[in-house]
C-alpha cells in the first residue's frame, strides 16, 4: 500500500485528514489535539499521525508548499488511502483591506495563477471550490468559536515572491488573501469525487507591512485547528464521512 511519498499501510489513515503545509504543525495539531496519536509517515520529513478528537479517529498529515507538493499528497490520499475529506489547515497573506493577522479565512473558491487545471484539458477555465458541506459545517464551527473569520475568495499562487507585485490588483476583485496550495487541492478532490474545504490564519498581511514569526506559525494559530477539528465533529455526526 505505501507510496513513493507514504509510508502508510492500508487502513492506517483515517477517513478525514488534516492537512497543514508544515508538517511540524501536523505534530503540533496531533499531539495537542488527538488521543494516542501514531505516526504513520515520516517519508522526506512529511509527518501524518492519527488518533481520535471526541470519539472520531481522524488523521493530520503536512503537505509541503506549493501546488505541486499538494498535489502530490491530496491525490494519494484521496485516490490511494480512501480518504473522504481533506481540510487545509494553512497560513496565507491577507489582501482585502478587512483582513487582519491572526483572523481565519474560509475558502468558498481559490482563483489561481497555475496551470494545473491543463491537464485535464477542458474546454474552459475551471473554478476551484470547496465542499459544500465542509464549508457549511466550518461556518457553524467558526459561528460558535471566539474569533474573527471571513468567508470568500483566496487566491492559490505559484509564486511567493511576486516580481509583478499583483495582490493589489486581486484586491480589487474582493479576494481576500494569498496562499499557495488550495486550488490544487480543490482540483484533485473534484476528480475524486471526493471533499475539500481550505480554512486558513493570516500570517502576514504584505500590503500593509505586517507579518507574524515562524514560531507563531507552528504552534498558536489554534483557531483554524479547533474549527476544523470541529469541522470534522460535525460532519461525522450528519453522516457525512
Not at 497543514?20 to 505534530?27: F, K, Q, S, Y
Not at 505516526?39 to 499521525?49: A, D, I, T
Not at 467558526?142 to 487566491?155: P, Q, R, W
Not at 474545504?197 to 493570516?202: H, W
Request: proline share 4%.
Amino acid at each position: 500500500m505505501p507510496t513513493p511519498h507514504n509510508s502508510a499501510e492500508k487502513g492506517a489513515i483515517a477517513k478525514t485528514v488534516l492537512m497543514p503545509g508544515d508538517p511540524l504543525r501536523a505534530e503540533f495539531i496531533a499531539k495537542t489535539y488527538l488521543e494516542n496519536p501514531v505516526c504513520y509517515n515520516n517519508v522526506r520529513g512529511m509527518l501524518g499521525f492519527t488518533g481520535k478528537y471526541k470519539g472520531v479517529e481522524i488523521s493530520v498529515q503536512g503537505s509541503g508548499m506549493g501546488i505541486p507538493s499538494i498535489g502530490i499528497y491530496s491525490y494519494e490520499l484521496f485516490n490511494e488511502y480512501g480518504v473522504d475529506n481533506i481540510i487545509r489547515v494553512g497560513t496565507a497573506g491577507g489582501i482585502s483591506d478587512n483582513v487582519n493577522l491572526r483572523d481565519v479565512v474560509i475558502a468558498i473558491g481559490a482563483c489561481t495563477n497555475s496551470n494545473y487545471a491543463d491537464q485535464y484539458n477542458l474546454p474552459g477555465t475551471y473554478a476551484p471550490t470547496a465542499s459544500y458541506k465542509l464549508l457549511s459545517g466550518a461556518v457553524n464551527a467558526a459561528e460558535s468559536h471566539d474569533c474573527t473569520y471571513h468567508v470568500g475568495n483566496i487566491l492559490s499562487s505559484d509564486t511567493f515572491y511576486d516580481d509583478s507585485n499583483s495582490l493589489a490588483v486581486w484586491q480589487k476583485m474582493n479576494v481576500l488573501a494569498v496562499e499557495m496550495e488550495s486550488a490544487a487541492l480543490y482540483m484533485n478532490a473534484a476528480r475524486a469525487g471526493k471533499n475539500a474545504l481550505c480554512i486558513l490564519t493570516v500570517s502576514d498581511c504584505p500590503l500593509k507591512g505586517l507579518s507574524t514569526t515562524a514560531q507563531e506559525r507552528q504552534t498558536s494559530f489554534t483557531d483554524m485547528m479547533e474549527i476544523a477539528l470541529e469541522t470534522a465533529i460535525l460532519t461525522s455526526r450528519e453522516g457525512r464521512i
